[in-house]
């Protein structure tokens, strides 16, 4: 009797074709992936570049805010007024750096003292302070949400990383001062300037640049009008430090 013998490249050639269909399937997964990937790279450092000569227009948590306040009953409302670098009081420039970032003109947009020091108090039940510095606010209010997530934290140093490439000091604290959020639907220096001492973000007294930068933690509790004694004692703490801060030229 004769014994059928089995070709063996026949048998390899079935077998490579079976797997074929995985092997494509593997390669087509890694292929869009890294182009998913350097896609998000060129997207996100285009963005950053182009707001270094672009205003931000709007930002997230303004249109949340509006939403909120439109809920509320009391109409869409968004408080703004953009003041270019030079235009900004040189009193509330140090007041922000004095109040919410003293490390700002030296640290590349993280200062790791701070966070720790933010971290033991918190852990030590003392009132809850963040370590976020000027850099890492500015990102987190320009390209993100203000809901806390360990994904908006790891974009948050992401693109705080890219603000500190791409931008300078002086671009970092305009954007800054004129975006976040300073009262019930107020942003920037120039509309809360008007809202809480009816006058231009450009003349802001020492004090009153204190007040605004004393309510930053929480704007939308507290008055620069009407200080409560721990925001009017900060608010000195910050003034008596004042003249001890330079500021981007």
């Known amino acids: 009797m004769a014994i059928k013998r089995t070709n063996s490249t026949t ?24 182009r998913i990937i350097l896609g998000f790279f060129a997207l996100t450092i285009f963005w950053v570049i182009a707001l270094r000569f672009i205003n931000p227009p709007v930002t997230y948590l303004m ?32 007041a922000a750096i004095a109040g919410e970032d003293a490390h700002f003109m030296t640290h590349n947009g993280f200062d790791t003292k ?18 976020s510095t000027i850099s890492q ?5 320009v390209f993100l949400w203000p809901e806390r997530s360990w994904v908006r934290k790891g974009l948050e140093t992401y693109f705080t990383a890219l603000i500190e490439i791409f931008w300078s000091k002086k671009r970092i604290l305009e954007v800054y ?15 809360a300037a008007q809202y809480y001492f009816n006058k231009s973000g450009k003349s802001l007294t020492k004090k009153e640049a204190a ?10 509790k507290w008055d620069a009008r009407r200080p409560s004694t721990y925001v ?7 003034v008596r430090y ?5 500021v981007p030229e």
């Open 63 to 94: 249109i949340k805010r509006g939403f909120e306040w439109k809920a509320a009953g009391k109409g869409f409302k968004i408080e703004k007024d953009w003041l270019d670098y030079d235009e900004l009081s040189t009193n509330l420039k140090k």
């Open 177 to 191: 001062l004129n975006v976040i959020e300073m009262g019930q639907g107020v942003y920037g220096a120039e509309a």
């Open 242 to 246: 004042l003249n001890h801060y330079t």
């Open 137 to 141: 606010q500015t990102a987190k209010n």
């Open 232 to 238: 009017n004692s900060r608010a000195n703490s910050i």
């Open 211 to 220: 007040l605004i930068i004393a309510i930053l933690p929480n704007p939308r």
């Open 11 to 34: 048998v390899r050639k079935k077998s490579n074709s079976r797997k074929s269909p995985v092997k494509n399937w593997w390669q087509n997964t890694v292929k869009w992936t890294l």
């Open 114 to 131: 701070a966070i720790m020091e933010a971290f033991e108090k918190n852990q030590d039940g003392k009132p809850l302070r963040g370590g």
